[in-house]
Nanobody
């Protein structure tokens, strides 16, 4: 099993920035990718982006390209989501996820492991 713990959510004004962190523990060697999903009230869960542990490849959904950046620290088993130029429509609960396959995660359908989620609220 892999445990994921997110931190860094909060309230920010539109145009501002936030950085989310996700620390992984447990059988992390079994995973090849970590990433982020989000779910806004009344909407389905949405893939945000992912990073592959081998080579550091990244992949983002179109709505966040150029504004969000995913990075990872292998030594700390931690992944970060730097969010800039935030918009009210970015308001959601953000979930960290891990998967055995980077390709699977980038399809944005599901993941093997999930964190508990952290709220991000962007005010207009």
């Amino acid at each position: 099993q892999v445990q994921l713990v997110e931190s860094g959510g909060g309230l920010v004004q539109a145009g501002g920035s936030l950085r989310l962190s996700c620390a992984a523990s447990g059988r992390t060697f079994s995973t090849q990718a970590m990433g982020w999903f989000r779910q806004a009230p009344g909407k389905e869960r949405e893939f945000v982006g992912a990073i592959g542990w081998r080579g550091g490849s990244t992949y983002y959904t179109d709505s966040v390209k150029g504004r969000f950046t995913i990075s990872g620290d292998n030594a700390k088993n931690t992944v970060y989501l730097q969010m800039n130029s935030l918009k009210p429509e970015d308001t959601a609960v953000y979930y960290c996820a891990a998967d055995r396959s980077f390709a699977t995660m980038t399809r944005g359908l599901s993941a093997d492991y999930w964190g508990q989620g952290t709220q991000v609220t962007v005010s207009s």
